[in-house]
């Protein structure tokens, strides 16, 4: 099945710092959903977004819907520890019934 | 609590052996869905429902069969025709075809 791609892979970044990663698609999606899993769990769904150009914050997590509707962008502020784990990007595409996922970004923070 | 639950957390089985995973939900949603995750990789559709005793076939069905006589349960049979079967396998469910996705914790399977 499709992927999307996710950038970067990976992020090293120490306690503090702002993060951003983005997820791209040749496809247009009608909604975007960002999760986060951490090692031996279940993902957890963080942001749902509906609407080209929707912006929405969840605590220090923001993301957004991009324009063109083929991408979408989730910026975490003041990175703590808790924070560590791999983020996903998932939407719809056209009537699909299945979810796409992205590839992941993979954090890590530094004290 | 509402939730999604699988169990067990861990399950070891020997080759040859059919075994069954349990997902159970009491958020009323109509949809849900079984998922495999390899180390280090995305996660990939085996199988979902929308709706009771109605199912059909994800990206890699091969070697799985499911059920959906209850709105609340989903369980997941991977057979001996399934021929990597160890993996992490992940349950979600939806409250409505199209929706944001709810996981569960996942049964992570090792076949010895």
């Known amino acids: 099945g499709q992927q999307l791609n996710q950038s970067p892979q990976s992020m090293f970044i120490q306690e503090g710092e702002d993060v951003s990663m983005n997820c791209t698609s040749s496809s247009i999606f009608n909604t975007w959903l960002w999760y986060k899993q951490e090692p031996g769990e279940g993902p957890v769904l963080l942001i749902a977004?509906?609407?080209?150009?929707e912006l929405t914050s969840n605590g220090r997590l923001t993301a957004q819907f991009g324009i063109t509707r083929k991408d979408s962008f989730l910026n975490i502020s003041a990175s703590i520890p808790s924070d560590v784990g791999i983020y996903f990007c998932?939407?719809?595409?056209?009537?699909?019934?299945?979810?796409?996922f992205g590839t992941g970004t993979r954090l890590q923070v530094t004290l | 609590d509402g939730g999604i639950t699988q169990s067990p957390k861990y399950l070891f089985r020997k080759e040859g052996q059919n075994v069954t995973l349990s997902c159970e939900q009491n958020?009323?949603?109509?949809?849900m869905y079984w998922y495999r995750q390899d180390p280090g990789q995305g996660l990939r559709l085996i199988y979902y429902s929308q709706i009771v005793n109605d199912f059909q076939k994800g990206d890699i069905a091969e070697g799985y069969s499911v059920s959906r006589e209850k709105k609340e349960s989903f369980p997941l049979t991977v057979t001996s025709a399934q021929k990597n079967p160890t993996a992490f396998y992940l349950c979600a469910s939806s409250p409505r075809p199209r929706g944001e996705q709810f996981f569960g914790p996942g049964t992570r399977l090792t076949v010895l």
């Open positions: 998932a939407g719809y595409t056209g009537t699909a019934s299945k979810l796409t």
């Open positions: 958020l009323n949603h109509d949809a």
């Open positions: 977004l509906y609407k080209a150009g």
